[in-house]
């Protein structure tokens, strides 16, 4: 083959690129991105992190001994996640479970920048499902830009009807599947459809669905524009180490279309062949070639466009790839991770979190003891010469079954415990109220504030279980 | 600003400033106009249901005759009918009976926190710590008993304590001495303690007496705390001196507890008695 006849192949695949790319041009709001969709690696990648959503849709139906296996029972106060039940009590460490996310993201940011938004946000993935849809119904971007232009048909009305419909399924479903994780979901399927469910769980599901159809539908890529705060955070959280989809202009500049019968040897220009592809088939329409910037979700379907071209012409893939400004300004090698500080820092705090929920979730205490000291009277002298406390114990029994409990007290000389064999029942999944009175005679207080400890106690399951607190006993001035 | 406009064919108004600073007469965007108009006859809609426009001192009534006052009614119905399934249960049954009954007592002194702030409150403290003058209802002295009912019939009918001022009665002397045996707690180690008759309220052993109200002399709780300053021995004193509501003396202490069971429902009372009798004193 000579090198004339492999120039002729190219300029014929550049022809079509060329007469397609007057189509295409930068996104500034006030036009539809309608991108052009292709295969390829990372767009197979992107499938995949997509799928995660999956959980969203299925989770709630999944069992755990009779109920469902994640439960966030609003109403009951209670939240099962498999076999653990986690009372508001414990709500301490969802802030630490939102510390994990939030520095995964910003280590998953530091290191490979926008990963969460281009392959696991709600609104991109979303987004892309719709359009998926629309390219389907509505075929190319060419032929949707072409439809939205055409006069009202019949086929028009049956196609645009028939994709509406298809969002405001997919928007529904997700409402209901949102719902679902707050609501046992056979009953509320059940509900929804005899018109029983409560006016919460319709409201959040019409939010929900509106919510859907209206941000993927038509907000798309201006909600990560104008409205997401995690797009600006995400973008200064980027530094010259981070690996990004990048254009390497240095290989592409100056770009140049093809010219008809040149010989490879003489081209003056670079790689990049000007064919806006990349441009495309981005979803938010920006174009890469003008570097890092705030409309880029770094979903890397770029690449992938950029790659299919590269290899008709015959260049070298990778004009457009995961590079980081060091690497690429500077010529110098990327640090390598351990050598990061920031990465340290950020795996230190991960580490801390995770530590902290397992060391909850590991010693959640089955029963536990909060003590309030009556401040009105502080203490009371009886008749019989000794001085009397009254405190309210409430006691939160976490198990599924109520609970026979004792509670005594500790840690002062002569005092007693007023009905201390009296049984309270601790009923499950809630506090318990009792008011407790100690004694102690006047005579053995050395001090106006003395330090008592409260134990509650009760069997269960031929297991003993307990809880204490530490409170004072307070008597008069000396 | 300018006279001539150097931008003519351009949607300004004429004001330019700066050679190109200028005002343009650009439409407000069109959400923004949808929501302004939908804002508009928001307020029209409700204007016409709710009561919005001033009619002389008053309003219009609104279409769907809304009230503030209705509603205000209609949560106090919703409360009502919460409490209705306890409240009757209440009506049928004693206080001591109140008292056992685990979910009603509970009930009981929810409902009665309120009665308890209102009424009782002001004099015998937020907690029954009591006050200066005023008894103290969390401990186990009870100067007419403390039983439910005792407590029950003390809310009802009231309580007037009455002791004659002895100083026209004992010598100084004999007040001291009563005095200090009476701080000391040992009363009747005081041959006065009998022979003057203090006895006959007080009793044998200086332990008062519930029927007359009389106050235990031997446990250290005293019914007149000092005033302060004041020292115990004489604050004993003074209440020897003086007495207690007796009308000959200017400077006699005054112990009145007003009746409630006319101002009080008999439920209330009940519902006040439980709550009272938990404060810790209770028998």
Known sequence: MSGNENTTAQQSVVDDLYAESVHWHLNTGEETIHAKRMGGYWRNIKWLSAAVWIIFFIGPYFQWGDRQAVLFDIPNRQFHILGITILPQDFWMLSLTLLFFALLLAVATALAGRVYCGFFCFQTVWTDVFTWLEDKLEGSPQKRRKLEKAPISFSKVRIKVTKHILWLVISIVTGISFVAWFYDVFDLWRDLFTLQASAVAYGTIALFTAGTYVLAGYMREQACFWLCPYARIQGVMIDKTTVVPTYDFHRGEPRGRIK???????????????????????????????????????????????????????????????????????????????????????????????????????????????????????????????????????????????????????????????????????????????TVFLRVPKELLTAETSPVKFTVQGEYDGQLLKGSRDSVFIGPKR | MADNNSFPGENNTGHVWDDNLRELTNPPPRWWMLAFWASVIWWVVYGVLYPMWPVGHESNKGLIGWTQMDEYIKGV??????????????????????????????????????LYGDNCAPCHGGGGQGGPGYPVLADDDWLYGGTIENIQQTITMGRKGIMTAHGKILSDTEIDSLSKAIEAGDPMSDPNFTQKGCIACHGMDGKGMAVLGSANLTDGIYRFAPAEGESLLDSIKHTIKYGVNDATEPKSREAVMPKFGERLSADDIKKLAVYVHKFGGGQ
């Open chain 2, 77 to 114: 119905d919703e409360v009502e009918a919460i409490r209705a399934e306890f409240e009757t249960q209440i009506k049928g049954m004693s206080a001591a009976e109140i008292l056992v009954a685990p979910g009603l007592s509970q009930y009981a002194v929810a409902s009665a926190k309120v």
């Open chain 1, 260 to 434: 008809k019968g040149q010989p490879e040897e003489e081209r003056t220009t670079g790689d990049c062949v000007d064919c806006k592809q990349c441009i495309a088939v981005c979803p938010t329409g920006v174009d890469i070639r003008h570097g890092q910037q705030e409309g880029c979700i770094m979903c890397a379907l770029c690449i992938d466009a950029c790659d299919e071209v590269m290899v008709k012409i015959g260049r070298p893939k990778g004009l457009i790839r995961y590079e980081s400004y060091e690497a690429l300004e500077a010529n110098k090698k990327p640090q390598p991770l351990y050598k990061r500080p920031r990465v340290w820092i950020y795996a230190a705090i991960m580490s801390a979190a995770v530590i902290g929920i397992a060391y909850g979730l590991t010693s959640l205490a089955p029963l536990e003891l909060k003590v309030i000291h009556d401040r009105q009277p502080l203490f009371v002298l009886q008749s019989d010469g000794s001085i009397q406390n009254k405190y309210t114990l409430k006691i939160l029994n976490k198990l599924t079954e109520d609970l026979s409990v004792k509670v005594s007290a500790q840690g002062l000389e002569g005092l007693i415990m007023v009905d201390e064999d009296q049984v309270t029942t601790a009923r499950r999944g809630k506090v318990t109220a009792r």
